[in-house]
C-alpha cells in the first residue's frame, strides 16, 4: 500500500515549486531514506494542526524555522540519483499529530488541498481560508520553476567511514540525500584500511569534489613516518585530508598536533579539517589554544538511531559552539553514530552553509567573478619567502603597513596573514621577526592559489583586498 500521495505532471516535474500546506515549524530536513531528501513541518492546532511530509525533493528551509501556508519549502528534485531512485515528483503526507508509521493515524492530504491557489491565480469571493491557501502547486504551464537564490545557506549532511562498514554503498547514500563524504585510509604509520581504494573510486564517482579521505593519528608515532604512509596508501595527493585527533591511548598535544599537520602538507597535501573531539580537547590534551590550526570537525553525540535529519539536533546545539575565542571555527559536527544510512547504522555529520561554501571547504569551489588565482598571484606572486624573516613587498617604494597609501592596492600586512595563516601553520608572528624555515618555503605563489580557492577563512582576507582596491 501505498501511504500518501504523489504529485507529478507529464512531461517532467523536476525543478517544480513546492508550497507548505498549512503553517507550522520545518522539524526535519535533509535525508531519508527511500526520499532522497524529505521536509518535515509541525502544524500547531491554530494552523490546522498535525504533521505533514515532502518527499522526493531539494529542501529550500531549515529545520527550526517558522513557515506559513503558501511560503515555498523546495523543488521537486529532478535526479533519480539523488530522489530515492523515482521519476521526479512529491510525495505528500498528512499525519494525525507527529510522524507516524503507516497505519490509522496517517490522513489522506486531498481534503487539504480543496481550494488551493496558484501563484497566478486569483481567488474566489469569499477567500478559501489560510489552511487552504497553501500547497503544492505542480501545474506545468501555469508555474513558472524557479530555484532559490545562489547559494542560500543550508543544513548540509554527509557521512565518514572506515573499514567496519567493509564495502559500503555510497551510491545509495548519495540516493538517500547525503552530500559529502569522508572514508578511513591510515592509521600511525603500519594500519592501511583495506576498502580505501574501492571507497576513494566509488567517492569520486557519487561525491565527485566533496569527499576526502581520514588518517587515525597516534601520538607515539613519529610525524614523518605517519605521514608517509598515509601518502602511500591515499594514492592521489589531491584528496582533501581529514587529520582524526583522538588517540586516547597516549595524550595529545598542540605542538604533536601541529606536527603532523606540517608533515603531512610538507608532502604536498592538504589537510581540510581536524576531527578533534571537544572532549578530547579538554580532557586529553589539556584545552589549548588552537589558533593557526585547520577548521574544527567536532563531535557531540545525541542519543537515539535513526535518519540523520530526525537525530540532527539543530543549528543551535552546542556542538557548534567554539572551543575558545579566536579558535578555528566549527565547520562539520558530528552529532550521531546511529545514523540509519544505505542500510547501516554509521556516523552521520552536518554542515551549516552552502554548497560553495561546503566546496571551498574541500577545495572544489570554483571562485566566482574575477578568478581567485588571478588575484594571489598578483598580489602573492610580489612577496618571497626567505631564511630568517619576510621580505616586504618588492615595488618601487618599499611600504610598510604603518605608512602605506591608499594608492597601494595589495597591503603588505594582510599578504603577511595569508602567509602566516597558510604557510606557517597560522601562528600569530609579526613579519618584522618571523622566522620562515627553509622547508616550507615553497612557492608562495602556487600555494595560495591552492589555498586560498580552497579555505573559507582566507577567502575573507581576499575580500579585505579587494574592497580596498576597489576604494583605492
Known sequence: MHWGVDFGWDGGSGGLPIYAVQGGTVVNVGPASGFGQWVVIDHPTEDGSGTTVYGHIIPEVRAGQRVEAGQRIGRVNPDSRTNGGVAPHLHLEWHRAVWSPPGPNRLDPLPLLAGALFPDEVPPTPAPTAQREGLLRLRAGRVRATHPAEGKPMTLYGIDISNHQKAFDFAAA??????????????????????????????????????????????????????????????????????????????????????????????????????????????????????????????????????????????????????????????????????????????????????????????????????????????????????????????????????????EPWPYDIWCDLWNESVWDGYDIRPEYADVPDEVGRSLVALLQTVAARQVRIESKLDQLLNRKEGA
Not at 592521489?236 to 599537520?261: C, F, H, W
Not at 542500510?343 to 552521520?348: A, E, H, L, M, N
Not at 594571489?376 to 631564511?387: D, K, S, T, Y
Open 174 to 407: 548519495k540516493r538517500e540525500g547525503f552530500v559529502f563524504a569522508t572514508h578511513k585510509v591510515t592509521e600511525g604509520d603500519g594500519y592501511r584500511d583495506p576498502y580505501w581504494p574501492r571507497a576513494r573510486d566509488q567517492m569520486r564517482e557519487h561525491f565527485p569534489g566533496l569527499f576526502g579521505g581520514y588518517h587515525f593519528a597516534r601520538n607515539n608515532i613519529d610525524p614523518d613516518r605517519q605521514a608517509d604512509a598515509l601518502l602511500a596508501h591515499l594514492g592521489d595527493p589531491s584528496i582533501p585530508v581529514q587529520l582524526d585527533y583522538e588517540d586516547t591511548k597516549t595524550r595529545g598535544s598542540i605542538d604533536n598536533m601541529k606536527a603532523l599537520i606540517r608533515a603531512i602538507e610538507k608532502r604536498g597535501m592538504r589537510v581540510f579539517a581536524n576531527y578533534l573531539p571537544r572532549w578530547y580537547w579538554t580532557g586529553h590534551m589539556g584545552a589549548p589554544r588552537l589558533d593557526g590550526t585547520p577548521p574544527i570537525w567536532n563531535s557531540h553525540y545525541v542519543n537515539g538511531t535513526g535518519y540523520a535529519s530526525v537525530l540532527y539536533p539543530g543549528d543551535g546545539h552546542a556542538g557548534w559552539a567554539e572551543f575558545h575565542t579566536g579558535a578555528p571555527p566549527v565547520v562539520l559536527l558530528q552529532f550521531s553514530e546511529h545514523g540509519q544510512v544505505a542500510g547501516q547504522s554509521i556516523d552521520v555529520n552536518a554542515f551549516r552553509g552552502t554548497e560553495h561554501e561546503l566546496r571551498a571547504l574541500f577545495g572544489s569551489a570554483q571562485p566566482k567573478g574575477e578568478p581567485m588565482a588571478d588575484i594571489v598571484e598578483e598580489g602573492a606572486g610580489q612577496l618571497h619567502p626567505q631564511p630568517g624573516r619576510l621580505r616586504p613587498i618588492n615595488r618601487q617604494q618599499n611600504v610598510n603597513p604603518s605608512t602605506r597609501t591608499p594608492d
